[in-house]
Structures are given as C-alpha cells and as structure tokens.
C-alpha cells in the first residue's frame, strides 16, 4: 500500500478571499492529518491570482501551528528564485518550531514568468543553471559546513529531508546524483514520467541522506458519493487549466455541468492530456485509479492533487481517497 500525501496550492475562488484560502489551507492539513496521510506540501507560485501559497514558508509556518504530527512542507520552493543561505534560514526555523516534520521539496522553474523572476531577484544572475550548485549549497548550510565560511542561523543542524521535484528528466537525474528521494508532477505534466522515474532508480547513488531511490508522484482526485456529483466537481479545475493555457489565469471559478462538451476538440483533447493521471467518481473509482496508477509506476507514494471549488466538497473527495486507499473508515 503506497503512502498518501497531498499537494494544496492554496486555491483562491471566485467570491472568496485569501484570507479564506489560508484558513482553508489549515483545516484541510488537519483533516488529513486525521486521515493518515504522510505530508502536507505547498508550492510556491507568484502572479497567479487563484493561488495563495506564494510565501510558502510562512503559509507552511501556518499549517504547522494548526498540525501536530503530519509532515508539512514544499512542494516545491523554487530555488532560482532564491539564495540558498535565505531558504536555509525559513526552513532552518520551520524545523526549530515543528521539529521532525519539515520537507523541503526544490524545483528549478521559477514558478513564475520573466517579470516576476526579475521583480524577486532585482537581476537575473541566479538562474536555473545554476540550481545543482545552489541545492549542493543549500545542504552545506543544513549540514553546518564550515567551508562555507558563514552558519545559517537558524539552519545549522536542522532536520529538514530535502527532496528533488521535476517534470522532465533533470530532476530525476540531479536526484539520482545526489541520492534524494525524487516527486514527479504528473498531476499536470505527464509526458515523461516513466522515462524519468526509470533515469532516477537506475542512476540511484546512496548517500548519507537516503540508502535507496525513494520516489512519488503527482495523481488527480475527484471523489464523492455520485459519479456524477465527482465529474462536476472536476470541472473547476478543468476550467483553470484552460484559462491557463490560453493565457487567461483567474480565480479558481465554481463548477459548471456539462463544461467539457462547451469546449473546441483542440481543448478537449489538452485536458484528457494533461490530465491524464486521474481518476473521477466514488471510492472504488479511486481505488482502482491508484492502485493502476501505482502497478504502472511503482511509486512509494503517492501525492493526492485536489483543487475543488467548495471547500467541503474537498474534505469529503479526501475523506473517500483516504477511504479507498489507506481503508479508513469514511
């Protein structure tokens, strides 16, 4: 039986506030928590007007005084987007208020476009060729390495697991070298993940963190008591990948009945793509989704992602996946 986590961007809805969303953010990290899933993970994105996580620390900081025992953390920071020695330090202090539970998931897109890259680091010298030196830094400065010649303060010592995330092969073969456990995101981009998942296992190096290839992967859920109440809960998200896509990002918007047969083939077809690790319906629909989705992988875990419209609607698609897959009692 693989491991449960989820994925939360923190959605912000059309009529709601982000205020909500992070009060939301608590709530559902608890409901989980109760639920028997192993983490919690927030990824950092900037300029999006229907996701609040982009101060990811802090909203991590957050979810950490609402929790006791699951582990929170990123997924992903976006590491071009900032020195090493600063991410040490949230993170270095997220672990001193929540020790033994903080993750520390690095990716290296900017979560961003070239604007907000620049409005972030003021100049572009930091970039994503960089990111294999700033992640081998970054784990000197948790490691206390006086070759550094600086100690993070908080960060020295801290018990932060860092992972690698990536939806291309790079990830999986910085992964590999460095011997970190590995998260792909086939939740919107698939393409590659067999060919990658099999790159990290194959070039696997152990290391003092990991002694064998550890790996997960992103997978959709819509889940309620009908079909059909499920298929139209899927709709909100549905609508924000298209807005996406043709440039038009909002809000997360409330669900429409009938949405994908409104849309051009050229849509239609984008969906089923990048969506295509998903699965829609009641629990046994989920059940045989995952367990599909973990035979063709062979993941140790699998990250729950669930933008839903009603906040509700969420807890219970949650509630049935844990149900489904770690058989709690719903």
Excluded at 63 to 79: E, F, K, N, W, Y
Excluded at 136 to 142: G, K, N, R, T
Excluded at 206 to 212: D, F, Q, T
Aim: glycine letters at 8%.
């Amino acid at each position: 039986m693989p491991r449960l986590s989820m994925l939360d961007l923190v959605p912000v809805t059309q009529g709601g506030s982000i205020a909500a969303s992070l009060a939301n953010a608590a709530d559902i990290a608890r409901h989980i928590e109760s639920l028997g899933f192993s983490r919690y993970w927030v990824a950092e994105h900037h300029g999006m007007p229907g996701i609040a996580g982009a101060a990811t620390s802090v909203v991590l900081a957050h979810v950490g005084a609402a929790t006791s025992t699951i582990r929170i953390g990123s997924g992903g920071i976006m590491l071009p987007n900032h020195a090493p020695l600063a991410i040490a330090e949230q993170f270095g202090t997220l672990d001193a208020l929540y020790p033994g539970r903080i993750d520390l998931g690095l990716g290296r897109a900017p979560g961003s476009d070239g604007r907000v890259a620049h409005a972030l680091r003021r100049n572009l010298a930091g970039d994503e060729q960089q990111f294999p030196r700033d992640v081998v830094e970054l784990a000197a400065y948790f490691a206390a390495d006086e070759r550094l010649g600086i100690t993070a303060v908080p960060g020295a010592g801290a018990n932060v697991e860092m992972w690698i995330l990536g939806s291309s092969l790079y990830g999986a073969q910085l992964a590999a070298m460095l011997g970190l456990p590995y998260a792909f995101a086939s939740h919107f981009a698939p393409d590659a993940l067999d060919q990658a998942l099999d790159m990290y296992r194959r070039n696997f190096k152990p290391s003092a963190r990991l002694e064998k290839p550890y790996c997960a992967a992103a997978f959709n859920v819509f889940a309620a008591d009908t079909v059909d109440e499920a298929e139209l809960l899927a709709t909100s998200q549905q609508q924000a990948f298209v807005a996406l896509r043709t440039g038009t990002p909002g809000r997360m918007p409330p669900p429409f009945p009938g949405y994908r047969d409104t849309l051009p083939p050229t849509a239609r077809a984008m969906l089923d793509h990048v969506l295509q690790y998903s699965a829609i319906g009641m629990a046994d629909d989920v059940a045989r989704g995952i367990d599909a989705f973990v035979a063709k992988t062979g993941v140790d875990e699998v990250i729950i992602a669930s933008s839903i419209f009603d906040h509700q609607a969420r807890k219970r698609s949650l509630t049935i996946t844990a149900d489904a897959v770690l058989k709690v009692v719903a």
